[in-house]
């Protein structure tokens, strides 16, 4: 499996991204996918997960109303769509692939449920 996460960039306070992470290597329509991210000093911390059918998604609550997580199966690609940045947000984000497919509304949201993971895209928001 072969994740590539790109997108990132620096953008002020209150700007919008979209990350986009590209998969190959496996039948990515069958599998819940996830962001996660890691701020410098900082461990890795879940974002968002969405379900192999796009249908069920799962948010982390400091994101809620300004992060949507989506995917085209047809592209292989997962998305991160990201409104009203904050400095705080400052981070490497990662896309990662849980090793199995679970049922159709399975949303992981621990790293421990993910198996494998690209190599993070840098997100600076400057003040």
């Known amino acids: 499996v072969q994740l590539q996460a790109s997108g990132g960039g620096l953008v002020q306070a209150g700007g919008s991204l979209r990350l986009s992470c590209a998969a190959s290597g496996r039948t990515f329509s069958m599998y819940p996918m996830g962001w996660f991210r890691q701020a410098p000093g900082k461990e890795r911390e879940f974002v968002a997960a969405?379900?192999?059918?796009?249908?069920?998604?799962y948010i982390t609550d400091s994101v809620k109303g300004r992060f949507t997580i989506s995917r085209d199966n047809a592209k292989n690609t997962l998305y991160l769509q990201m409104n009203s940045l904050k400095p705080e947000e400052t981070a490497v984000y990662y896309c990662?692939?849980?090793?199995?497919?679970?049922?159709?509304?399975?949303?992981?949201?621990?790293?421990?449920?993910?198996?494998?993971w690209g190599q993070g895209t840098q997100v600076t928001v400057s003040s």
């Open positions: 969405i379900s192999w059918t796009g249908s069920n998604t």
């Open positions: 990662a692939v849980p090793r199995f497919s679970g049922s159709s509304r399975w949303t992981p949201h621990t790293i421990h449920e993910y198996d494998y």
